[in-house]
């Protein structure tokens, strides 16, 4: 089981954290929603729940909640930068299909 960064998802969970002045890591997570099923919650931690598990990754935490765990692991997420957007974007090798926006997965 694991949740894994790209080179540029860990810079800039590291910088973001550095800006923000406090956190540990990359809280990554799902709910139910879109026309797929799930969506991605992505948020940056102050603090680590009991029943969270914890990964790191290239000197980044990653905190998962053990529900969301089955539907993500194994999933790299990466940071992208296209002209003027830029986001998070996941690869996850559980799903079985996307909506056409790529807001939402099935697993």
Known sequence: MAITLTD???ERVRSYLEKRGKGI???LGVTLTGCSGYSYVINYADKVEV???VFEDKGIKVI???DALKLIDGTEVDFVKNGLNEAFSF???NISGECGCGESFTV
């Open 8 to 10: 540029s998802a860990a």
């Open 25 to 27: 890591g990359l809280r």
């Open 51 to 53: 029943s969270d598990l």
């Open 64 to 66: 998962v909640d053990p």
């Open 91 to 93: 690869r996850n090798p």
